[in-house]
């Protein structure tokens, strides 16, 4: 076996403090001679995160222990090849850092690689390594990995351990990983995922018609032609409106503030003492964060508590959701702010579902639409995550890729 290198980084995807020499993992174990990159959130020993704000960087202090998830890649034989860009402070979904530049899309090219976990999922995209490790809050592995082709998970909340992670809002937050090969994305569960398994076999197919309905009908036609031709192995697709009496856009909106409203907590104090220059969208919704209310924080915890007895009603095991990962293909780089906006909204009406309920969910590469990846997604049942991880191995062959 030989040695890993640093990889050639022609995407911007890594850090310009990243590190210079591979860290080695054990060499033995379930991912031996694989390779991966860590998004700038995770601590390792012997260097800062950044949180894709120089500032921080700055700030911060050497970190004298490496987060228990990113160790035990190590220990199942991976090795660290380089340490990824990200969103300022995970604050977005187009993948653009006013400071560290934006990772290019290799699969989709003069088009956003999605954020917040931009450099991890540009690296699957460009192949400069086996897999890569993210987080999602809000759909930061989710969107990237529809964007940039691969696959992606955001695992059942509290499954994998986000221990000397930074965080964002921390009922919300998961780690998460891609990879090009849905083998491989499936290996690593074993490796990461703990033990409050609930084993089961997709059974229910729950076609999610509101999602369907917000989403360009160019992608909504081409992700429904792959479920189709995927009839072998999917149970018959049931329509349902997931949303119920209520609409995504009611649920997005709680999301937004229960969100803003951790991140008041976790995040905005640090940005107030030391008032870092800021990009473009990020300083908005920091102030954004600021301005909540307890009053909004009450009415958005009871529509949260509404989408969970809606959406725990249906995600029982043996039945998985169905919806697109994301509901446009890759915004252009030089896509107006005010398009940004609207697309971010949009999405996270998407994103959402899974981000309240805490349900694990993945996106494959599913098709291409104008030349650029679109992913198709599964929610699961809580703990369900093994089984969708086994469903990406079987869609794999009616996938792009």
């Not at 917040?116 to 999602?136: I, K």
């Not at 955001?154 to 919300?172: C, E, T």
Request: proline share 8%.
């Amino acid at each position: 076996m030989t040695d890993p290198k640093i990889p050639a980084d022609p995407v911007g995807a890594l850090m310009p403090h990243t590190i210079t020499a591979p860290i080695k993992g054990s060499g033995v174990g379930p991912l031996a001679g694989k390779t991966f990159v860590v998004k700038d959130q995770y601590h390792i020993a012997g260097r800062k995160i950044s949180n894709g704000s120089p500032d921080y960087l700055a700030w911060a202090e050497v970190n004298d222990t490496t987060a228990p998830t990113v160790q035990k890649l190590l220990d199942a034989g991976a090795d660290i090849v380089g340490i990824a860009v990200c969103d300022e402070f995970y604050y977005s979904l187009t993948g653009a850092n006013a400071h560290y530049g934006t990772p290019v899309n290799a699969r989709a090219p003069g088009r956003m690689p999605g954020g917040s976990s931009s450099g991890s999922a540009a690296a699957m995209a460009a192949e400069m390594c086996d897999f890569s490790l993210g987080s999602d809050t809000g759909g930061s592995v989710r969107i990237p990995g529809s964007f940039c082709g691969a696959y992606g998970i955001r695992p059942s909340l509290g499954r994998v351990d986000l221990s000397h992670a930074h965080g964002m809002a921390p009922s919300f937050d998961t780690a998460g990983w891609f990879a090009n090969d849905a083998t491989l994305f499936r290996d690593i569960g074993p490796v990461l995922l703990d033990n409050a398994t609930a084993p089961g076999k997709a059974e229910h197919l729950l076609l999610l018609t509101d999602a369907f309905e917000r989403t360009d009908p160019m992608v909504g036609d081409a992700l429904n032609a792959v479920i189709s031709s995927a009839a072998s192995i999917l149970p018959e697709p049931e329509p349902i409106q997931i949303a119920g009496d209520d609409t995504l856009e009611t649920w997005w909106d709680a999301f937004r503030v229960l969100q803003a409203g951790e991140v008041a907590s976790s995040n905005l104090p640090w940005v107030k003492e030391h008032n870092p220059d800021l990009g473009p969208g990020i300083r908005e919704r920091f102030a954004m964060a600021a301005a909540i209310t307890p009053e909004e924080t009450q009415a958005a915890a009871k529509v949260q508590n509404r989408v969970r007895e809606r959406v725990f009603s249906l995600a029982t095991p043996g039945t998985i959701l169905c919806l697109p990962t994301a509901p446009v293909i890759a915004p252009k780089t030089d896509a107006p702010a005010e398009d940004l906006e609207f697309f971010r909204a949009n999405t996270m009406a998407l994103t959402c579902i899974a981000g309240h309920t805490g349900l694990p969910q993945i996106t494959i590469p599913a098709t291409n639409v104008d030349g650029c990846p679109a992913g198709l997604s599964f929610i699961g049942w809580p703990g369900g995550d093994e089984a969708l991880l086994d469903l990406a191995v079987a869609m794999q062959p009616f996938c792009v890729r």
